[in-house]
């Protein structure tokens, strides 16, 4: 090469370097989480999770390439805080993924944590949340928009809509009664309405003949939704932040953490407004209450002097099957996996009587040390699954690896299920199987089944039916700590979530991976070390005494009714007396929970007691070989 000819391609270089730079704006944030009191849905005030003493949170706007810097301050006096950015790829910036435990120390009260990093992989719709219990349903969430210049489709205006589900009591109570020896079966709190935008009968003023790319996106934690527009059409072109080729629809399927974009282009007439339909998918809910609203209208307005619309009706829930989307990009299915993840998904009782989820029996326990400190302190042994911990159910992915998940759903429920730091493609998705009428659960049969799609769809929330099973593939080219799991929130805190311990040597060898200030600051805060395995063990990484475990598995031939009955046995006697004297004849049925709540019994401090007793296991199996 001669002299002007380098010279020629390093000045390019370096121009094409600077305007890269230059692209890239930084955009800053300083958050303080806090709570004020709102009335959401217009039927009740409580209190919710504010930013800088507001609520709702507001929509972050960034375009591709830009760096957000963004300070969370914990503004609680009471409780841990964390902020997760669903979809991104936080690529180099592991420790800006925010799940506690996972890649990060829980924020404590009074602490503050810098969330610092750009958005060069990903473009699109994606929504910001906090990862500690519950928060989220709290309030603490709001949308995240990557805008794109290069957009393969034309439109006028650019909108964001929430759907969501909202709940008259706070994310603490609700935790309490369902993660409950009262509550066997595991049944999730029923919400009380859906809302729109964050509220109830929201307006969205539209101008006519125009098409509005509409960014819908389920910031809720519990159901899935059915979403459509009357009279109009919605053309569906992104999905997760993944271009799909054009397909166009009357109603959309959405369940929580899961983006749609549409483009809508409205009417040339303007004398009449429409509504804008949500429906609960009540097959989720374990009990209908007669006075929940499954059906909610909000209204698409053209002309303010015409009447809002009522409740539009449609003969059937004929909704778009996702599965069938085609990629903007095509890509072929990735080749035969070099790693395959199976896993069974079930929910059980453990000891203590609560309902638990489970992925092969694991239920997820969060480590002493955070996954991702693990693997940049444990050097060689990063690459040994058991450094992370036997209940934190952790998978070590090579490099640059296909890997597939293979996921049975022996549950009779439909799940939403997350993988952080990547899209994946969706090769399988089995029909579901229905328990009423004694259908039982099928898994994927790797030598029996469908064919895979030529294009297969690309998202990073996908739902597995009832009894059900699908089968994803990705690429292992994002070193990091990622959450798989199940966005249902209630689901989430019941342990139905695995880790991928991703490429740990490249995790290590980047200097953009090493452990911030803040990142360090916030464990020291807590007293959790920022070095060791899941056992806070820095000497030995595989020795993993003291690591937290999950409660025991109920002994064979044992229910959960029997635990409940049993952790009340010493009680009985005394309860039982107390009973009949204060409610007489009444329904006996859950006698034990009005006598505690009468006397205003600490029940934990009584299940403590209880299980604390030496005699417990013994008692249990004389009950057991008695009956
Ligand atoms: C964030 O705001 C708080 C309260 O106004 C202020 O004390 C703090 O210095 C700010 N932090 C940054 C990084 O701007
Ligand atoms: C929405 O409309 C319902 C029914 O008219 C009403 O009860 C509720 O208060 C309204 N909610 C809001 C937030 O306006
Ligand atoms: C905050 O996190 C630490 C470390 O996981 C935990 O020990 C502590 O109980 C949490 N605080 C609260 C109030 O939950
Ligand atoms: C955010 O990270 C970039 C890249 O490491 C660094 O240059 C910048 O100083 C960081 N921002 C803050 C506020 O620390
Ligand atoms: C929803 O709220 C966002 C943020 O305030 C707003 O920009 C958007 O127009 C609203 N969308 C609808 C459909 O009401
Ligand atoms: C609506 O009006 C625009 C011009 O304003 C015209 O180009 C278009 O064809 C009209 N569409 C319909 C369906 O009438
Ligand atoms: C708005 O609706 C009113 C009442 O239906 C009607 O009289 C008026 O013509 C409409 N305005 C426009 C601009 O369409
Ligand atoms: C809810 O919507 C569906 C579909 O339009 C309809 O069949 C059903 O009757 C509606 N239910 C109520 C209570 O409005
Ligand atoms: C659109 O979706 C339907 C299923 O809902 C599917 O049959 C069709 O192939 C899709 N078309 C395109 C172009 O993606
Ligand atoms: C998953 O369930 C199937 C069917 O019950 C069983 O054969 C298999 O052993 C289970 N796998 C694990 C890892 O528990
Ligand atoms: C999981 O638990 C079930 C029920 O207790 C048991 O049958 C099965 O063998 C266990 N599977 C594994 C892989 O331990
Ligand atoms: C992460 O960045 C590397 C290049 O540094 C790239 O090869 C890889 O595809 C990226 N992964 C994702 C998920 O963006
Ligand atoms: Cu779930």
Same mark, same amino acid.
């Given at each position: 090469?001669?002299?002007?000819?380098?010279?020629?391609?390093?000045?390019?270089?370096?121009?094409?370097?600077?305007?890269?730079?230059?692209?890239?704006?930084?955009?800053?944030?300083?958050?303080?989480?806090?709570?004020?009191?709102?009335?959401?849905?217009?039927?009740?005030?409580?209190?919710?999770?504010?930013?800088?003493?507001?609520?709702?949170?507001?929509?972050?706007?960034?375009?591709?390439?830009?760096?957000?810097?963004?300070?969370?301050?914990?503004?609680?006096?009471?409780?841990?805080?964390?902020?997760?950015?669903?979809?991104?790829?936080?690529?180099?910036?592991?420790?800006?993924?925010?799940?506690?435990?996972?890649?990060?120390?829980?924020?404590?009260?009074?602490? @503050?944590?810098?969330?610092?990093?750009?958005?060069?992989?990903?473009?699109?719709?994606?929504?910001?949340?906090?990862?500690?219990?519950?928060?989220?349903?709290?309030?603490?969430?709001?949308?995240?928009?990557?805008?794109?210049?290069?957009?393969?489709?034309?439109?006028?205006?650019?909108?964001?809509?929430?759907?969501?589900?909202?709940?008259?009591?706070?994310?603490?109570?609700?935790?309490?009664?369902?993660?409950?020896?009262?509550?066997?079966?595991?049944?999730?709190?029923?919400?009380?309405?859906?809302?729109?935008?964050?509220?109830?009968?929201? @307006?969205?003023?539209?101008?006519?003949?125009?098409?509005?790319?509409?960014?819908?996106?389920?910031?809720?934690?519990?159901?899935?939704?059915?979403?459509?527009?009357?009279?109009?059409?919605?053309?569906?072109?992104?999905?997760?932040?993944?271009?799909?080729?054009?397909?166009?629809?009357?109603?959309?399927?959405?369940? @929580?953490?899961?983006?749609?974009?549409?483009?809508?282009?409205?009417?040339?007439?303007?004398?009449?407004?429409?509504?804008?339909?949500?429906?609960?998918?009540?097959?989720?809910?374990?009990?209908?209450?007669?006075?929940?609203?499954?059906?909610?209208?909000?209204?698409?307005?053209?002309?303010?002097?015409?009447?809002?619309?009522?409740?539009?009706?449609?003969?059937?829930?004929?909704?778009?099957?996702?599965?069938?989307?085609?990629?903007?990009?095509?890509?072929?299915?990735?080749?035969?996996?070099?790693?395959?993840?199976?896993?069974?998904?079930?929910?059980?009782?453990?000891?203590?009587?609560?309902?638990?989820?489970?992925?092969?029996?694991?239920?997820?326990?969060?480590?002493?040390?955070?996954?991702?400190?693990?693997?940049?302190?444990?050097?060689?042994?990063?690459?040994?699954?058991?450094?992370?911990?036997?209940?934190?159910?952790?998978?070590?992915?090579?490099?640059?690896?296909?890997?597939?998940?293979?996921?049975?759903?022996?549950?009779?429920?439909?799940?939403?299920?997350?993988?952080?730091?990547?899209?994946?493609?969706?090769?399988?998705?089995?029909?579901?199987?229905?328990?009423?009428?004694?259908?039982?659960?099928?898994?994927?049969?790797?030598?029996?089944?469908?064919?895979?799609?030529?294009?297969?769809?690309?998202?990073? @929330?996908?739902?597995?039916?009832?009894?059900?099973?699908?089968?994803?593939?990705?690429?292992?080219?994002?070193?990091?700590?990622?959450?798989?799991?199940?966005?249902?929130?209630?689901?989430?805190?019941?342990?139905?979530?695995?880790?991928?311990?991703?490429?740990?040597?490249?995790?290590?060898?980047?200097?953009?991976?090493?452990?911030?200030?803040?990142?360090?600051?916030?464990?020291?805060?807590?007293?959790?070390?920022?070095?060791?395995?899941?056992?806070?063990?820095?000497?030995?990484?595989?020795?993993?005494?003291?690591?937290?475990?999950?409660?025991?598995?109920?002994?064979?031939?044992?229910?959960?009714?029997?635990?409940?009955?049993?952790?009340?046995?010493?009680?009985?006697?005394?309860?039982?007396?107390?009973?009949?004297?204060?409610?007489?004849?009444?329904?006996?049925?859950?006698?034990?929970?009005?006598?505690?709540?009468?006397?205003?019994?600490?029940?934990?401090?009584?299940?403590?007691?209880?299980?604390?007793?030496?005699?417990?296991?013994?008692?249990?199996?004389?009950?057991?070989?008695?009956?």
């Amino acid at each position: 090469m001669n002299g002007l000819a380098r010279w020629i391609i390093t000045t390019t270089l370096l121009v094409a370097a600077n305007m890269r730079f230059a692209a890239g704006e930084t955009h800053r944030f300083n958050w303080t989480t806090g709570w004020g009191n709102y009335n959401v849905d217009g039927t009740k005030e409580r209190p919710v999770i504010t930013c800088n003493g507001v609520w709702p949170w507001p929509e972050v706007r960034v375009s591709k390439g830009d760096r957000v810097e963004l300070y969370l301050n914990n503004g609680f006096d009471d409780r841990n805080t964390s902020l997760h950015f669903h979809g991104l790829f936080q690529n180099g910036t592991n420790q800006m993924d925010g799940p506690p435990m996972v890649t990060q120390c829980p924020i404590g009260a009074g602490q @503050t944590f810098l969330y610092n990093f750009t958005v060069e992989d990903n473009v699109g719709t994606y929504w910001y949340h906090s990862h500690t219990a519950g928060q989220y349903q709290d309030g603490m969430r709001g949308t995240f928009v990557i805008e794109d210049k290069d957009c393969p489709y034309e439109y006028d205006e650019d909108v964001t809509v929430q759907l969501g589900e909202w709940y008259h009591d706070v994310a603490d109570v609700l935790n309490h009664k369902f993660l409950s020896v009262y509550n066997p079966t595991g049944a999730e709190p029923i919400p009380q309405n859906l809302i729109m935008n964050n509220t109830r009968n929201n @307006t969205w003023e539209v101008q006519p003949d125009t098409t509005y790319m509409l960014r819908i996106v389920n910031t809720g934690g519990f159901v899935s939704q059915y979403f459509w527009i009357e009279d109009h059409e919605m053309d569906v072109i992104e999905v997760d932040g993944v271009y799909t080729e054009r397909n166009t629809t009357n109603m959309i399927y959405i369940t @929580t953490a899961q983006r749609y974009t549409v483009l809508v282009h409205t009417k040339n007439t303007t004398d009449r407004n429409f509504a804008l339909m949500q429906k609960f998918d009540d097959t989720m809910l374990d009990v209908i209450p007669k006075d929940l609203l499954l059906n909610t209208t909000n209204y698409l307005v053209y002309n303010h002097s015409a009447p809002l619309p009522t409740e539009n009706f449609v003969d059937e829930l004929d909704f778009l099957d996702d599965f069938y989307l085609v990629p903007y990009h095509k890509e072929e299915p990735l080749g035969d996996p070099d790693y395959r993840i199976t896993v069974n998904v079930t929910m059980d009782n453990l000891i203590s009587g609560v309902n638990y989820a489970f992925f092969n029996n694991l239920t997820y326990t969060a480590p002493k040390v955070p996954a991702l400190l693990t693997a940049l302190s444990a050097g060689e042994d990063a690459t040994n699954a058991e450094v992370y911990g036997s209940n934190t159910h952790s998978y070590v992915l090579g490099k640059d690896e296909i890997i597939e998940i293979v996921l049975n759903n022996q549950d009779t429920g439909t799940h939403p299920f997350h993988l952080h730091g990547h899209t994946f493609q969706t090769l399988v998705r089995d029909i579901g199987y229905d328990d009423a009428v004694g259908e039982v659960p099928h898994p994927y049969l790797e030598d029996d089944h469908p064919p895979f799609p030529e294009y297969p769809m690309i998202r990073d @929330t996908l739902y597995v039916r009832p009894q059900s099973n699908f089968v994803i593939r990705f690429q292992a080219d994002n070193p990091g700590v990622w959450m798989f799991h199940c966005h249902i929130e209630w689901h989430l805190t019941q342990g139905l979530a695995f880790i991928l311990i991703e490429d740990p040597q490249g995790i290590q060898e980047r200097s953009s991976q090493q452990l911030t200030d803040t990142s360090s600051n916030v464990c020291k805060n807590l007293g959790i070390p920022v070095e060791g395995n899941a056992a806070g063990n820095s000497v030995d990484y595989l020795n993993l005494v003291g690591e937290n475990v999950q409660e025991k598995f109920i002994p064979d031939g044992f229910t959960a009714k029997g635990i409940v009955a049993m952790t009340f046995s010493c009680l009985a006697a005394i309860l039982g007396l107390i009973a009949i004297a204060v409610y007489g004849l009444m329904d006996l049925s859950n006698v034990e929970e009005k006598v505690i709540n009468e006397l205003d019994l600490d029940i934990d401090q009584v299940l403590a007691e209880d299980s604390n007793s030496e005699d417990r296991d013994a008692e249990a199996k004389h009950r057991n070989s008695s009956s």
